[in-house]
């Protein structure tokens, strides 16, 4: 049975950081690229940030470049989301999921078949 688990949600003031996991199990991860999306409360989910099995490749959304940063450790399984300078519009409940499929160019969740339940991040102003 695959399962994702994202930990590492919380509240945090704006300027903040936090790093948010994703743990696996059941599933061969460096088959695997990772991606994390996040959706806030009325809005559609959103292609944060994905990783490819290698880590020779990553794509990051326009509004989270160069300030999040996406990373994996292969023999443990385990995905990262660094997330520094986070402001209120980050605020919402981010997931991971994994895919076979991989492009630099964009992060669709329809390409991805495995996700996590999420875990919620609250930015004060």
């Known amino acids: 049975q695959v399962r994702l688990v994202e930990s590492g949600g919380g509240l945090v003031q704006a300027g903040g950081s936090l790093t948010l996991s994703c743990t696996t199990s059941?599933?061969?991860?460096?088959?695997?690229?990772v991606g994390w999306f996040r959706q806030a409360p009325g809005k559609e989910r959103e292609g944060v940030a994905s990783?490819?099995?290698?880590?020779?490749?990553?794509y990051y959304a326009d509004s989270v470049k160069d300030r999040f940063t996406i990373s994996r450790d292969n023999g443990r399984g385990i995905a990262y989301l660094q997330m520094n300078k986070l402001k209120p519009e980050d605020t919402a409940m981010y997931y991971c999921?994994?895919?076979?499929?991989?492009?630099?160019?964009?992060?669709?969740?329809?390409?991805?078949?495995?996700w996590g339940q999420g875990t919620q991040v609250n930015v004060s102003s």
């Open positions: 999921a994994a895919s076979r499929y991989y492009t630099p160019w964009t992060l669709r969740a329809s390409d991805f078949g495995y």
């Open positions: 059941g599933l061969e991860f460096d088959d695997y690229a």
């Open positions: 990783i490819n099995w290698s880590v020779s490749s990553t």
